[in-house]
Nanobody, 124 residues
Framework: VQLQASGGGLVQAGGSLRLSCAASGRTFTTAVMGWFRQAPGKEREFVAH????????EYADSVKGRFTISRDNAKNMVYLQMNSLKPEDTALYYC??????????????????WGQGTLVTVSS
């Protein structure tokens, strides 16, 4: 499975961005799709994930109520709508996919495929 993330950019605090992730290859093997982020000098952290049917989305506490994850299986796409952005949201955002939803999905180790990342910069 190959993942290509896009949609990052520079936005002012309080603004919005929508990230997109295009999946190709054996996408039928992906039970869960997710987003992680990594800020400079920090570890990669969980942002959100969603299962194959589009149900059971889960969010990090830091983005709950501001970010929304969704997927379009017909188009092999996953999206992350980010509203009310804050400077602390600045990071490289990675699209990821897991073959199984049976593991702790807030851990990066539970995911099998990763995209290249798209940079989000939020200015104050």
């Amino acid at each position: 499975v190959q993942l290509q993330a896009s949609g990052g950019g520079l936005v002012q605090a309080g603004g919005s961005l929508r990230l997109s992730c295009a999946a190709s290859g054996r996408t039928f093997t992906t039970a869960v799709m997710g987003w992680f982020r990594q800020a400079p000098g920090k570890e990669r952290e969980f942002v959100a994930h969603i299962n194959w049917s589009g149900g059971n989305p889960e969010y990090a506490d830091s983005v709950k109520g501001r970010f929304t994850i969704s997927r379009d299986n017909a188009k092999n796409m996953v999206y992350l709508q980010m509203n009310s952005l804050k400077p602390e949201d600045t990071a490289l955002y990675y699209c990821t996919a897991a073959r199984s939803g049976d593991y702790f999905l807030q851990s990066a180790r539970s995911y099998d495929y990763w995209g290249q990342g798209t940079l989000v910069t939020v200015s104050s």
